[in-house]
């Protein structure tokens, strides 16, 4: 039975340990996963899944290891009650170096460069939706988050994202050959418009967005930005609609590391969403020295700001129980 994706009341989840995916993985700690989605559960009773972000490069170092962490992440969510969206690569990078890490141009684009791993992350994949073919607990395989990382397409760019599009489609494709019963897709950039979108399509079972009302905290409530972003998150509405494809928001809800900001934007970003009818998953449960889900007293924070919902010493953060509004 296709699942309902307008049901999803989520969250991302990156463990409060570690400053990068591949550190969550390599020092994988279950009781303290088990600990802090727990607290999500207790906060929030609604929230029914989750998506992990992965690392490749952990499973490289010990795919045996990796797949039995793997495994463990997922009985976790499913004694909770959590549908599980795993994120296999990433592609977003901090651009103040606060980086997660992940995939770069030269690791699948230049077969000449010491860091070209095309192979390797085909490999990773193919193993992974082999080994967990068909998993009931796993909603979706989302290949990759936020590709195609330019500003926009012109001359110069367009070569590079037309060789990540063949990339992407080749990853699609071997997921399918492994496991084609799992919907796959790809959580596209929310800057990219409808043109990005569009291009998502082909590699979409379900369409994967991540619409952020993304403006500086004295803006959080003025009329002019709160109408562009209804009007962003119909167009991807119409989007899905016109592709005959459902949608889920695997990311959302801007930061800040003013309680009362977030707050207000997290109210109307999710009440935007509700009314559209989309699940939701924002970014993210819980703190983590990962970038965007710390204050500045942990380290550095970006342009996205404070964006946990559950604050380093376990509690819920100040006025965060807005989420079961929706």
Known sequence: MPFDYSAVRGFNYQPSWGTTSLENWVYFDPALFELELRRGKAYFPKFNAVRYWLSWDAYFRRPEK??????????????????????????????????????YLENFLLPESWGYYRPEYQAYVEDLAATFRADPRIM??????????????????????????????ELFEAIKEHDDVTPVSVSGHPNHGREGLERLIPLSDVLLIHPYYQVPNERVESPDDRADFVEEVAMMVDVGREAGLPLLVTETCWGSESDEVRVSNLRFTLGTLARQGLGFMPYSLHYSRIADLHQSVDGYVGVP??????????SIRPGHEAYNEF
Do not use: Q
């Not at 700001?305 to 376990?314: H, T």
């Open 305 to 314: 700001g404070y964006a946990a919902f559950i604050s380093k010493d376990g």
């Open 66 to 103: 990796f797949k039995a962490d793997f495994e463990t992440a997922l009985a976790i969510a499913d004694s909770l009650g959590l549908k599980v969206v795993p994120c296999l690569l990433n592609r977003w990078h901090d651009p103040s170096g606060h980086d997660n890490g992940g995939v």
């Open 140 to 169: 979706v395989w989302d290949i990759c988050n936020e590709p195609f990382a330019v500003v926009d397409v012109n001359e110069r760019t367009k070569p590079l994202i037309d060789a990540e599009m063949i990339w992407l489609t």
